[in-house]
C-alpha cells in the first residue's frame, strides 16, 4: 500500500511543517511537539499532566513502542509511516459530562478528511477508522485529573497515512491506509495538521450534549447500520440489528426483545455464515 503514487513517502514529520498546515489556530497556544520513539503519546501526555499543564500540547511521534487502542489491545506503529498524535485539552467537565466526545472526534476527523483529500471515511462504533470497508485507524480518549482537580482530556488518534505492506502483517483484521484510497497527492505533516485543525475547534467548543451536533455527521458514516451485530460486554453479550447511535452517542440494537441501547462494550458485525 506504500507504493500508492499518492503518498509522498520518507517525509519526516516537522513541528513546523505541521503547524504550517493549521491555518486558523494561530491565537489558540496549540505547542506541537515531534518525537522520533515514544512508548505511547497518550501515555506520555498523561504522565506529563501530573506536573505540569498540558493544555493546548500536540504530542505526535514518528513511532511507538507500546501503542495502544481499546481494551489495551496494541496499536501497531512502524516508523516514518503514519500518524500518531496525541492531543491534551483543559476542561471543566467532568467525566460523566464528555458523553459521545469519541463519536465526535470521529466525526470531525472524517470531515476534514473529506474536505482536504476527498476521503470517504467510515466510522464504527465506538471509535474505529474505516476506509472501503477496512480499519485505517482509531480513536482512544483518556482523561487525567491533576492535583488542583481540574480535568485534562487527551484525545489520541492513530492514523494509516502509508503503510508498508510488511509493517501490516501483525494487524489481525483487514485493514488500509489513506494513501491507498486518497484522490490528491498527501504528506502526513499535511495530515497532521488536519487533524487539528478538525479536533481542537471540537475541544474548544464542546458542552454537554455536544454530540447531538453531530448524529447526523455520524448517520451518514455509520458503518454498522442496517446490519447484524454483536456487543461483548464482559462475558455478557448482545446480538442485534444495529440502529445507529441516540442522542448522547450508544449504540441502538434492535434485538429479538425490543430496542437496547448500549452505552459501552465492543462491537463486531457479524459474517454472512454467522447470521
Known amino acids: 500500500m506504500a507504493d500508492n503514487p499518492q503518498i509522498v513517502m520518507n517525509d519526516w514529520l516537522s513541528s513546523a511543517a505541521i503547524s504550517a498546515n493549521t491555518a486558523g489556530l494561530e491565537n489558540l497556544?496549540?505547542?506541537?511537539?515531534?518525537?522520533?520513539?515514544?512508548?505511547?503519546?497518550?501515555?506520555?501526555l498523561k504522565r506529563r499532566a501530573l506536573s505540569e499543564d498540558i493544555h493546548g500540547v500536540a504530542l505526535f511521534a514518528e513511532t511507538q513502542t507500546a501503542g495502544r487502542g481499546r481494551l489495551g489491545r496494541v496499536w501497531v506503529s512502524p516508523p516514518k509511516s503514519n500518524i500518531y498524535l496525541s492531543l491534551g485539552w483543559r476542561t471543566g467537565l467532568e467525566p460523566l459530562k464528555l458523553a459521545g466526545l469519541s463519536l465526535a472526534a470521529g466525526c470531525a476527523i472524517g470531515e476534514g478528511l473529506e474536505r482536504n483529500f476527498g476521503l470517504k471515511m467510515?466510522?464504527?462504533?465506538?471509535?474505529?477508522?474505516?476506509?472501503?470497508?477496512?480499519?485505517?485507524?482509531?480513536?482512544?480518549?483518556?482523561?487525567?485529573?491533576?492535583?488542583?482537580?481540574?480535568w485534562t482530556i487527551v484525545v489520541g488518534v492513530g492514523l494509516n497515512v502509508a503503510m508498508p505492506n510488511s509493517g501490516g502483517n501483525d494487524i489481525d483484521q483487514p485493514w488500509t491506509d489513506l494513501g491507498s484510497h486518497s484522490a490528491v497527492p498527501l504528506t502526513r505533516n499535511e495530515v497532521g495538521g488536519q487533524l487539528l485543525g478538525a479536533l481542537v475547534p471540537l475541544l474548544s467548543s464542546w458542552q454537554v450534549g455536544a454530540f447531538s451536533q453531530w448524529r447526523e455527521s455520524w448517520s451518514r458514516r455509520d458503518l454498522m447500520a442496517g446490519h447484524q451485530i454483536t456487543v461483548q460486554q464482559g462475558n455478557h453479550s448482545i446480538s442485534g440489528r444495529a440502529d445507529g447511535v441516540d442522542q448522547s452517542g450508544a449504540l441502538r440494537v434492535v434485538t429479538n426483545e425490543g430496542l437496547t441501547v448500549v452505552q459501552s462494550g465492543e462491537a463486531s458485525m457479524l459474517r454472512s455464515k454467522e447470521l
Open 29 to 44: 497556544g496549540l505547542r506541537i511537539e515531534v518525537e522520533r520513539e515514544i512508548d505511547s503519546t497518550n501515555a506520555a
Open 122 to 150: 467510515q466510522l464504527k462504533w465506538p471509535n474505529d477508522l474505516y476506509l472501503g470497508g477496512k480499519k485505517c485507524g482509531g480513536v482512544l480518549i483518556d482523561l487525567v485529573q491533576s492535583s488542583n482537580q481540574d
